[in-house]
């Protein structure tokens, strides 16, 4: 499969990348496909530099940073998931670079350093429109109400703030909600959350959404409104200056 560096403010990939152990993140409930982190890594960061994913799921970034020698940082509020992503990162790579996959929760990354990450890969639950556990304590999936969820995300970005490296980039998966044929602009909530924990913002890129598991349903119901076919991808900078 061939792939090259994107080179505009929109990404539509009709067809996921297969490659390492990639076909098995394919059947994770709300993966994305790895030529997103593939993408971010290449444009944002350097050989030998630090990645962190604070919502890793099923290891599709770490997967990358394996392939692309970076040193990956994972985090799942879930240890089902956790182990899960462990197991997609077994497979060699020559030379590789530690991959670390933690339980733990996006809000409290208080096992890393201030200023010691070089780039960040976020793709949150978008609130509970895919609910990732029933009853797991600090599950952001849970919490159906969208302004205690941006509440929520105020603390993530403010915790993605403190680690990152000055002068570097934030990236942020989220796509919007239908509420009662409502649309719920949860990007643009999610994207002012963020500038207010002082990001500044360098892109906004338009992530083509494809048919996933679900679209059926929709299709069906849809004869007043608009079937929602893009998420929205970030790219936040943390300024340069202290
Ligand atoms: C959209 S999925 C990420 C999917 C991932 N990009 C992939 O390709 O597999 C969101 C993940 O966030 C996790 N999650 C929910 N609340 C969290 C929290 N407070 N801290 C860290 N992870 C959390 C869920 O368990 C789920 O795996």
Not at 23 to 50: D, H, M
Not at 129 to 147: K, M, N, P, T, V
Not at 188 to 202: A, E, I, N, T
Request: with cysteine.
């Amino acid at each position: 499969m061939s792939f090259e560096v994107e080179r505009t403010t929109v990404w539509s990939f009709p067809e996921r990348g297969r490659w390492a152990t990639q076909r098995y993140t394919s059947t994770y409930r709300g993966n994305f496909a790895p030529q997103i982190p593939r993408n971010l890594i290449l444009l944002y960061s350097k050989p030998g530099e630090v990645v962190l994913d604070p919502f890793v799921g099923s290891g599709t970034t770490l997967i990358e940073c394996k392939l692309l020698g970076r040193k990956g940082i994972g985090v799942d509020i879930n240890p089902a998931t956790v182990e899960l992503c462990r197991r997609n990162l077994e497979f060699r790579v020559p030379n590789e670079l530690p991959q670390v996959v933690k339980q733990g929760d996006a809000r409290n990354l208080d096992f890393l350093e201030n200023e010691s990450v070089d780039l960040i890969i976020a793709h949150p639950p978008y609130a509970n429109a895919i609910r990732y556990s029933e009853d797991l304590e600090g599950d952001l999936s849970r919490i159906h109400d969208i302004q205690k969820f941006l509440g929520e995300m105020g603390k993530v970005a403010q915790e993605l703030h403190r680690v990152l490296k000055r002068g570097r980039c934030c990236s942020l998966l989220i796509g919007d909600l239908r509420r009662n044929k409502h649309v719920v602009p949860l990007g643009f909530h999610v994207f002012q959350v963020f500038l207010k924990r002082g990001f500044l913002p360098r892109e906004i890129i338009i992530k083509v959404q494809h048919r996933c598991r679900g679209t059926e349903v929709w299709i069906s119901r849809a004869n007043d409104f608009l079937l929602l076919a893009h998420e929205y991808l970030f790219v936040f900078e943390k300024s340069g200056q202290p």
